[in-house]
């Protein structure tokens, strides 16, 4: 579905009076408003192909209607979401779920869509159709060097696939890890998932980076091979400059203080990026912002305060991906929601006084501490938000444009309501 331009101006043009006073408002309590927008119109986070689906439990699926059926449509669908907030300028493709085969059709979608392609990530925790060996007990963990060298080779050809679509990363997130005690020899384990991951990381290319996805259980519920950050920073310290750690929002034991995983892997120079989302138990993939809102604040706090520390580039110099997935939303509102809530949290994280921030941390002054991030979390910054869609063209408010535009609605017409995208 192509919109047309004027259908967003209608709508913006509608709203226009109400967004002034709101971003009138909002403006006379900011200092740096326009560095702040201007921060806000270039960032960018790319959306999972595997999102674009209605997700699933183990228990059921209930599929919903007019999804995407193969890439082409996928990318039509981050195209859209693009086109309504201008913040969701790259997609993230899942193989074999996507198999891209003709490229130069496929990154001319992408580019008349405005679209790149972000990281790609590989899979060996499912056996596919037609697959030799079995990843039932790990992959690049596995006893059988056989069984590695199947998941090294599949790993070795997604990055064939990311070089011809112009990606520049390859994520790995292994399920690899043990049911039972005595199952498995962890150092064993930790030493083949090591060579394994040396041999991809000599496939790279020179201008690549590889992503190592940690996650504390599931579907291995005793011991996982890749289980937390640090023996994920371990495998990136072992393999070298282009290994960087992942970090997924829900990947983590419960009350685990995300932020300040965060700030070290930052000032390691080993933040690869993140998986964002938000879970109330475990790897929910819920929407972003969804449950814990001032998590989300604190984690971008960190990362703009350590990111300006080491002079790094806000918008390219980490990766910004979400993986959230579920069974009830319609998954191009839901993937709305969490664009908004990052791009709050962001904003949010740009308007800290961090110099008042410093003073306050060097005098021990704790309570001033606290209400400098509060103040900040609890300033209501949607039209500085929406202020920055206006301004690149995009809608003032996406998800009402999405319902009163009827769009999931002319999807169904175009693709029919039995639709089943690929993925989780
Ligand atoms: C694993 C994970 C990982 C996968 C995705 C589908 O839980 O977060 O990133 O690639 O889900
Ligand atoms: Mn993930
Ligand atoms: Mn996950």
């Known amino acids: 579905m192509l919109l047309e331009k004027n259908r967003i101006a209608d709508f913006n043009a509608l709203h226009a009076a109400d967004h002034k006073r709101k971003f009138d408002f909002v403006s006379s309590e900011i200092n740096n408003v326009e560095e702040v927008l201007q921060k806000l119109i270039d960032f960018q986070v790319a959306i999972p192909s595997w999102a674009l689906g209605t997700g699933g439990t183990r228990f059921g699926r209930f599929a919903g209607a007019g999804e995407p059926g193969n890439l082409e449509q996928k990318l039509e669908d981050v195209g859209l ?28 979608t992408a580019a008349q869509l405005g679209l790149k392609f972000d990281a790609v990530n590989s899979n060996t925790f499912q056996d596919q159709k037609d697959q030799e060996l079995s990843y039932k007990f790990g992959s690049l963990q596995h006893v059988n060097k056989a069984v590695r060298k199947q998941a090294i080779d599949h790993n070795i050809e997604v990055i064939k696939h990311g070089v ?90 419960p009350n685990a203080n995300i932020e300040q995983i965060v700030a070290l892997l930052l000032m390691e120079g080993k933040l690869a990026g993140f998986h964002f989302n ?14 814990k809102p001032y998590q989300l604040f604190l984690i971008f706090n960190e990362l703009v305060e350590g990111m300006d520390a080491r002079g790094m580039d806000h918008t390219t110099d980490l990766g910004w991906m979400i993986d959230a997935s579920h069974n009830v939303k319609d998954p191009l509102e839901d993937l709305l929601q969490s664009v908004e809530a990052i791009m709050i949290a962001y904003a949010q994280a740009l308007t800290v006084d961090r110099k008042k921030l410093n003073a306050a941390q060097e005098a021990n002054d704790v309570v001033a501490a606290q209400e400098i991030l509060q103040h900040t979390f609890r300033t209501d910054l949607r039209a500085l938000v929406a202020e920055a869609r206006l301004r690149s063209g995009a809608a003032l408010y996406p998800l009402q444009f999405f319902r009163d535009q009827k769009l999931r609605e002319q999807l169904i017409k175009e693709r029919g309501s039995k639709t089943v995208a690929t993925g989780l």
């Open 278 to 291: 938000d879970s109330k138990y475990g790897d929910d993939d819920l929407t972003v912002g969804s449950i």
């Open 164 to 253: 011809e679509l112009g990606s520049t990363a390859l994520t790995v997130w292994l399920s690899d890890g043990s049911c039972f005690p005595g199952q498995l020899n962890f150092r064993k384990a930790f030493q083949n998932t090591l060579e394994s991951l040396q041999e991809i990381y000599a496939a790279l290319p020179a201008d690549w980076k590889v992503f190592v996805e940690y996650k504390a259980f599931e579907p291995n519920f005793y011991s996982m091979t890749v289980g937390d950050w640090g023996q994920s920073l371990l495998y990136a310290n072992k393999l070298g400059p282009k290994a960087y750690t992942l970090v997924d929002l829900g990947h983590h034991l």
């Open 81 to 108: 979401l693009h086109a309504l907030n201008q913040s969701s300028g790259a997609i993230s493709l899942h193989i074999p779920w996507d198999i891209p085969e003709n490229y130069a059709s496929i990154k001319a």
